[in-house]
């Protein structure tokens, strides 16, 4: 299909890890990104990674590329309660950025 | 602070009207791309300039317009206001083509 697809919810333990998974659809695709949205807010971008890395990390955040699959995820380790927020995945394609419909990552106490 | 800025942060509408939105990009950054989130579409690409040139576009009605001044800074122009574009409008910018876009608060449209 076109479209970036990530599952909409995900609820997490504090102190927990989050992983939120995401399917893209370029295999050309440069770049991929993870972004955070707090409410009220606008998007601001964690992470990224090259087409060409398998795995980058980056304090709490891991991210994982599996390039033959087309499969990003993102761990969050130690989740907190300030990581609650919708996080979106998005891929290059084409001189445009295609996100995701955003993850909402809700954390239990 | 992400270090793009837009204006206004809010703005209410009717349908028929017309509206501007700016959006001015982090200094250095040649890239401005512009970004509509609503309820029911998500975040939707609507449009890329580099350096004053349109780059690519997305899924950007034919009742949008949008251009990227000499000084760097961009506006989006929405006329013949439906209640349906009722959304926030995004502005992202980035050095390059598709390198780290860093987003602006954006602007909330309500048309009534």
């Known amino acids: 299909g076109e479209d970036v697809e990530q599952s909409l919810f995900l609820s997490v333990r504090e102190g927990d890890s989050s992983v939120i998974n995401c399917t893209y659809t370029?295999?050309?695709?440069?770049?991929l990104y993870w972004y955070k949205q707090e409410p009220g807010a606008g998007l601001q971008l964690l992470t990224y990674?090259?087409?060409?890395?398998d795995m980058k990390q980056d304090q709490r955040l891991t991210v994982l590329l599996n390039k033959k699959d087309k499969h990003l995820s993102l761990r969050i380790a130690d989740t907190q309660t300030g990581d609650s927020a919708i996080y979106f995945c998005?891929?290059?394609?084409?001189?445009?950025?295609?996100f995701g419909k955003g993850t909402r990552l809700h954390i239990l106490p | 602070d992400s270090g793009v800025t837009q204006t206004p942060k809010h703005l209410i509408t009717a349908t028929g009207q017309r509206v501007t939105l700016r959006c001015s990009p982090r200094s250095g950054d040649l890239s401005v791309y512009w970004y509509q989130q609503s309820l029911d579409q998500g975040l939707q690409f609507l449009i890329h300039y580099y350096n004053g040139e349109e780059r690519a576009k997305g899924n950007i009605l034919e009742r949008f317009s949008a251009q990227q001044f000499p000084d760097l800074h961009s506006e989006l122009n929405l006329s013949s206001l439906e209640l349906g574009d009722s959304a926030l409008y995004f502005c992202a910018s980035s050095v390059g083509d598709l390198g780290q876009q860093y987003f602006g608060p954006g602007t909330r449209l309500t048309v009534t």
């Open positions: 990674i090259f087409s060409n890395m």
């Open positions: 370029d295999s050309s695709s440069t770049y």
């Open positions: 998005a891929e290059s394609r084409d001189d445009k950025i295609i």
